[in-house]
Nanobody, 124 residues
């Protein structure tokens, strides 16, 4: 059974930084893609960033390019999301997700496994 546990959310002011962590367990993830999604109140869940575990290729939503960085630590089975220059519109619950890598990383419905989410609130 795959388990994803997120941590690192919080309340910060605009312009600050946060780093989210997602620790995965339950199987070998070399064939997987991992991603971060977010969901703001009243909005649909949206893709933020993704990484292919075996080759490290990364993908980002246009809204976070240049500000957010996704990375992984193979030894710790952990994926990180470094968020810099945070804006109030980044406020959301952030979810870690995993799927066997096959094609696009952007679609919510393609992911089999989800964490419980961590709240990020950015004040102006």
């Amino acid at each position: 059974q795959v388990r994803l546990v997120e941590s690192g959310g919080g309340l910060v002011q605009a312009g600050a930084s946060l780093r989210l962590s997602c620790t995965a367990s339950g199987r070998t993830f070399s064939r997987y893609a991992m991603a971060w999604f977010r969901q703001a109140p009243g909005k649909e869940r949206e893709f933020v960033a993704g990484i292919v575990w075996n080759n490290g290729n990364t993908y980002y939503a246009d809204s976070v390019k240049g500000r957010f960085t996704i990375s992984r630590d193979n030894a710790k089975n952990t994926v990180y999301l470094q968020m810099n220059s945070l804006k109030p519109e980044d406020t959301a619950i952030y979810y870690c997700a995993a799927r066997v890598y096959s094609g696009s990383l952007y679609q919510v419905g393609e992911y089999n496994y989800w964490g419980q989410g961590t709240q990020v609130t950015v004040s102006s």
